[in-house]
């Protein structure tokens, strides 16, 4: 009996067509974030499952760090570099994937509130084993007292770089007539991990 019903399925299908149960798509991540800790270089990713997954997967740029358990909705990730990543979440059932990407900016350069009559400041940036430059990475001309390390990055003043790398950064202070001397140099490590677009 059961082989005559599989011949009448088969026959069935090939006769009138087999109906396929459709496949439920994955519900999406919500409001995905990523936050820097104002007293560590610490990211904590939060998000809301749309449903129960599997299991998620972390990544930064295009390395995956990490699988956690599916219901979680936050992780933290340490960084030792200062730098620009693009970092997402995969969450993953039945084979179906759903995904949700933030960037994170870790780092800038603070110092003293300079006298009225400066104008502007010349950042010089130089690997650490090569010697001060003459010509400065980049020029900030009015007078403050930080700038992000994202704003050098978009202007070309440090490079684009898969591997950490140790960098120096010092300034110079400048008004109409005059250039003060250098500040203190500053050894960092900087990284880019962006995503393949």
Do not use: H
């Not at 994955?26 to 299991?55: H, P, Q, R």
């Not at 358990?69 to 179906?96: C, H, M, P, S």
């Not at 980049?138 to 003043?157: G, H, M, P, Q, T």
């Amino acid at each position: 009996m059961k082989k005559i019903i599989s011949l009448f399925v088969l026959f069935s299908c090939l006769f009138f067509g087999c109906v396929k149960t459709p496949v439920k798509k994955i519900k999406d991540i919500i409001d995905f974030n990523c936050v820097m800790s104002k007293e560590t270089a610490d990211v904590m990713l939060s998000w809301k499952n749309g449903e129960s997954y599997e299991s998620i997967d972390i990544y930064k740029g295009n390395n995956k760090i990490t699988t956690i358990d599916g219901d979680n909705v936050n992780y933290i990730i340490k960084f030792e570099t200062y730098g620009i990543f693009d970092l997402r979440i995969t969450a993953n059932k039945k084979e179906q994937t759903t995904t949700e990407y933030c960037q994170i900016n870790i780092g800038k350069l603070v110092w003293d509130k300079s006298p009225d009559a400066i104008i502007g400041f010349n950042v010089f940036i130089w690997s650490a084993e090569d010697k001060i430059p003459t010509e400065p990475s980049y020029v900030i001309k009015e007078n403050v007292s930080e700038i992000s390390l994202r704003e050098l990055f978009d202007n070309d003043a440090l490079i684009e770089t898969k591997n950490s790398i140790e960098l120096k950064v010092a300034l110079t202070a400048f008004n109409k007539k005059n250039e003060s001397g250098f500040s203190n140099i500053v050894l960092f490590l900087w990284e880019t991990c962006l995503r393949e677009k």
